[in-house]
């Protein structure tokens, strides 16, 4: 799962931004990576962490969901729970 992080040289808030939960929606993909060459040189305070793709298996398929189980409604899921949840 890739992973982008971007740290100011000052402390301050971290956001967390995340995009293709559901595999099949794709803007947010792209709004992260746009989002990551905008920060580029700019003075950050704190953090910023985008995950572009969430669902892995989904975004590969080209489908909503991967095994059945929508993610949105699946978390914060359990340990030994099934794919979605883990």
Do not use: K, S, W
């Not at 991967?66 to 359990?78: E, L, S, V, Y």
């Amino acid at each position: 799962m890739p992973v982008m992080v971007a740290r100011g040289r000052q402390d301050g808030p971290v956001v967390g931004v995340t995009g293709a939960v559901h595999g099949n929606e794709l803007n947010g993909v792209r709004v992260i990576h746009q989002l990551f060459r905008d920060i580029g040189g700019r003075e950050l305070r704190g953090a910023v962490v985008g995950v572009p793709i969430v669902n892995v298996h989904g975004f590969v398929r080209h489908q909503r969901d991967c095994d059945g189980t929508d993610i949105n409604r699946a978390m914060p899921g359990r340990e030994n729970g099934p794919t979605p949840e883990v």
